[in-house]
């Protein structure tokens, strides 16, 4: 997952834990999180405020045993649906 700032391209920050490809990546709605899922049905929550260094990973959770399509935070920040392939809740 690769995040750039359009203001400053040159700004960006990589995320490269994923073991599987990365399917979508979505902004908390205040901007101080980022989710990121792949693959394999994994979800990582990341601080945004570390843009131009290395990513800090505040959660890592596997709702699905397939395929991340989409997801979305809740209005509040707090929760994250997904959908997408296998079996599984969460």
């Known amino acids: 997952v690769i995040i750039r700032d359009l203001k400053n391209p040159g700004l960006c920050q990589v995320m490269t834990d994923h073991g599987y490809a990365a399917t979508v990546a979505r902004f908390s709605p205040n901007?101080?999180?980022?989710?990121?899922a792949d693959a394999a049905g994994?979800?990582?929550v990341w601080a945004s405020h570390t843009l131009g260094?290395?990513?800090?990973l505040k959660a890592e959770h596997q709702p699905l045993s397939g395929s991340i399509d989409d997801m979305q935070w809740s209005a509040d920040g707090q929760r994250i649906v997904v959908c997408g392939e296998g079996k599984g809740r969460f």
């Open 31 to 36: 901007g101080e999180w980022i989710a990121s």
């Open 42 to 44: 994994h979800v990582r």
């Open 53 to 56: 260094c290395d990513p800090v």
